[in-house]
């Protein structure tokens, strides 16, 4: 399977050059020659195949023969060891937890298939690939963990000094081996200009390959796609039109649900919830698209102005608002709501909510007032752990700290501070 650059059609790139540069040298995002769908059979018997089988079914055109089938299924079996349950809290509500996996973020697939996919790919090269990352908090955690111990992969993560939570900045500072945190005295903004620049600079990339690890990336953004077939697989039994609710950022994940809707998934609505970050709510009221900078919010990791995937989505509808708007609705939360809703959450169904889930709950219930006869879904994409002082802080309550989280609790922070982006290229040049 071919990839093409969104800037310039006649730019291609194989799955494999694809994953390792992370975006064309045009800029351009990569995107899928083509999307064949999977059978109807195969949705209307989803439930009779494991997470595994509907994993590679569904993967396996974009991978084609560049990885053999043997290897990605065991890539797929490291992957998804962990679960993805769809539970019940309303009538005709429901949340689909992704944080049960190592660091309770739903980044830990992506980046794991990722990491999976670069390691294959790096195995005979004697030129070791580095990954560079800014991270806002959540990313982070899941890059290092996904990658530590890969072969033939550096990963440098950069976060902004002292705006993560304390068990964020302990899941990126504490691995060592390959994994190395820069401590950026500034903002997430920052952090993400220094990425960009380095990625720029001939000074570094003569000598060095660099890629990213965030959803520009395809082996991090396709594998979210698996989210949407588990849910469905557990949701058709409810016989009603499903509704996805995600909560978004950079809208990767939404991107890959609309992919698994290419793929012949019966889903009737998409709707993306946002913090006050409203570029696309804005977007899909005016058909004007405006990046400004961010605002920081509780749910930082939607933090984000001028959001990368949007342009995919675009392009997954041909381009035509029209058609864009009967798929997808996008509704804007400020913080104020968001607690308000995760005291509701709380108080009436005893579930706890981390600030972003309850953003795409808030876009659930937003969208299914007019569309009442609807089974509803809202990705929950962290554990309430992860953003501990905001849950405790509205709810009253200090909820237990899993295992996951409590193994890095006691573990020593290991960083390079730094305050320019030449300290950053001197690392880079010479680790
Ligand atoms: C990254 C992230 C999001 C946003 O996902 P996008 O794919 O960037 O839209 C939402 N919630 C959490 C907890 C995240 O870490």
Not at 57 to 81: R, Y
Not at 91 to 120: I, Q, S
Not at 161 to 179: A, C, M, P, W, Y
Not at 339 to 353: H, I, P, R
């Amino acid at each position: 399977m071919n990839f093409y650059s969104l800037n310039n059609p006649n730019n291609l790139a194989s799955f494999k050059e694809a994953v390792i540069a992370g975006i064309a040298p045009d800029k351009g995002l990569y995107f899928p020659e083509k999307i064949t769908p999977l059978s109807k059979g195969f949705f209307e018997n989803i439930d009779t195949y494991s997470n595994h089988e509907i994993a590679f079914k569904a993967i396996h055109q974009f991978v084609s023969s560049e990885i053999p089938d043997t290897f990605l299924k065991s890539i797929l079996d490291n992957v998804l060891d962990f679960d993805f349950p769809v539970i019940e809290i309303e009538e005709g509500v429901a949340t689909l937890e992704l944080f049960h996996g190592p660091t309770m973020a739903f980044k830990d697939v992506g980046a794991r298939f990722m990491a999976n996919c670069l390691g294959y790919f790096s195995k005979n090269e004697s030129n070791e690939v580095t990954v560079l990352v800014a991270t806002s908090g959540d990313t982070g955690g899941a890059v290092a963990n996904g990658f530590l111990g890969v072969e033939g992969v550096n990963v440098v993560i950069l976060y902004p000094s002292g705006k993560v939570s304390d068990i964020q900045e302990r899941q990126l500072t504490t691995l060592g081996q390959n994994i190395v945190a820069m401590e950026v005295e500034g903002t997430f903004d920052d952090c993400q200009k220094m990425v960009k620049t380095a990625f720029l600079d001939e000074e570094i990339t003569a000598t060095k390959k660099l890629t990213s690890a965030n959803s520009i990336n395809v082996a991090r953004w396709l594998p979210q796609l698996f989210y949407f077939l588990f849910a469905y697989k557990q949701a058709k039994s409810k016989d009603k039109e499903i509704v996805f609710s995600i909560p978004s950022g950079n809208f990767g994940n939404v991107c890959a649900g609309m992919v698994a809707q290419k793929l012949g998934m019966p889903v009737k609505h998409f709707v993306a919830a946002t913090n006050v970050n409203d570029v696309v709510p804005k977007f899909m009221q005016c058909g004007i698209y405006e990046p400004v900078p961010s605002i920081a919010t509780i749910s930082n990791a939607m933090d984000v102005g001028d959001p990368s995937n949007f342009v995919r989505i675009r392009k997954l509808y041909n381009n035509d608002f029209a058609v864009l708007k009967e798929n997808l609705s996008s509704f804007s939360f400020s913080d104020e709501e968001t607690k308000t809703a995760m005291k509701k959450l709380y108080n009436n169904s005893g579930y706890v909510a981390d600030p972003h889930g309850a953003v795409g709950y808030l876009g659930l219930k937003t969208y299914q007032k007019l569309n009442p006869d609807t089974f509803g879904i809202f990705l929950e994409t962290a554990h309430p752990v992860k953003f501990l002082a905001t849950v405790e802080e509205t709810l009253n309550i200090s909820p237990k700290i899993p295992s996951q989280i409590q193994k890095v609790m006691g573990r020593e922070k290991k960083s390079i501070k730094i305050n320019s982006y030449e300290a950053l290229k001197s690392y880079l040049k010479d680790p």
